[in-house]
């Protein structure tokens, strides 16, 4: 999996280049880049402090490997979250890589601006862009806090593992979500499908 992510990578981005979405949000979906910079500006200010505490952040760190948990079929028994002392999520059978590593590239806050947009009118989709920038932002903000090397998540997957597969889960993930947005799910899903199968092609050419 770390090899596969490696191959994928420059094709991930060579796609989503491909795909347009950056230079439409800088065109045409400036509501985004506000959410994207007004949760910066307030982490630089205001939530990157001690004081602010670090509940919620670690609650939806937690609310992931749950999240991975029931996606690979096991039964969660437990989460508990502190203001500045971690938190755990409890998993009958233990946790695999995947739950392990998921906090690191999957933003589970997204699933709450995507969720609003099916059901919400079209005219307060600004507001629904704004969120998913603000989501974005909140996303690498966090991970960027939790990635060090005390990390118990990272040391039980390996850190070789974890730096050679989260650029490319990352990428991947954040083009599936703008592309999903701008686009519609079904080019989302094209996207995810032209990495891999680009990769491929071009992997096989030296066979």
């Known amino acids: 999996m770390a090899a596969a992510s490696i191959v994928i990578l420059p094709f991930s981005l060579i796609e989503l280049g491909d795909s347009g979405v950056i230079g439409e949000i800088f065109s045409n979906k400036l509501t985004i880049l506000v959410g994207f910079i007004g949760y910066f500006l307030l982490w630089v200010f205001f939530f990157s402090k ?26 969660v028994t437990g989460l508990q979250a502190t203001w500045n002392s971690g938190g755990v999520c409890h998993i009958d059978g ?11 590239f999957f933003p589970t806050l997204m699933l709450i601006p995507m969720g609003l947009s099916v059901i919400v009118d079209r005219q307060y989709y600004d507001s629904i862009e704004v969120m ?6 909140y996303h690498m903000t966090s991970t960027y806090v ?10 039980e997957t390996g850190f070789l593992f974890a730096a050679l597969f989260l650029p490319t889960a990352n990428v991947m993930i954040y083009g599936w979500g703008l592309i999903y947005f701008l686009d519609g799910p079904d080019e989302a899903i094209a996207y ?10 071009w992997l096989v050419g030296f066979f």
Request: proline share 2%; with cysteine.
């Open 132 to 137: 998913l920038g603000a989501v974005m932002a």
């Open 192 to 201: 995810v499908f032209s990495c891999w199968s680009t990769a491929w092609d």
């Open 146 to 155: 939790e990635t060090h090397r005390g990390q118990t998540d990272l040391q």
């Open 50 to 75: 001690r004081s602010a505490g670090s509940f919620f952040s670690t609650f939806e760190h937690e609310l992931t490997h749950a999240l991975f948990a029931w996606i690979t079929f096991k039964k």
């Open 94 to 104: 233990g946790k695999n890589w995947l739950i392990f590593i998921a906090p690191y």
